[in-house]
């Protein structure tokens, strides 16, 4: 398996997850699609320097795309919801 920096691909920023991380604590990662529950929780704590207190993962299936008469297969995504200990927060836009 793959090392803790490379287990988080992209963190997820939705209208949807912004709102779970302003009432909630909660964010929201793209995954690498073997990675296990203990992996993730691994790598966030070692990343953003948080305390992890659950996780949520779940794997959305491929789309089929068009293009004319062309049709493409897209591949598997997994994505993990963490929610962080009270009085943490993660800051993805840094002096943004």
Do not use: C, W
């Amino acid at each position: 398996m793959a090392g803790l920096e490379n287990i988080i691909i992209k963190p997820l920023i939705t209208e949807k997850i912004s709102q779970l991380s302003d009432a909630h604590n909660k964010y929201g990662f793209q995954v690498l699609l073997g990675a296990t529950k203990t992996q993730i929780k691994a790598a966030v704590e070692k990343i953003y320097d948080v305390k992890v207190i659950n996780i949520r993962t779940t794997i959305t299936p491929g789309k089929t795309k068009r293009a004319g008469t062309r049709v493409k297969k897209l591949s598997k995504t997994k994505k993990a919801i963490i929610a962080l200990k009270d009085g943490q927060k993660i800051e993805f836009f840094k002096g943004v």
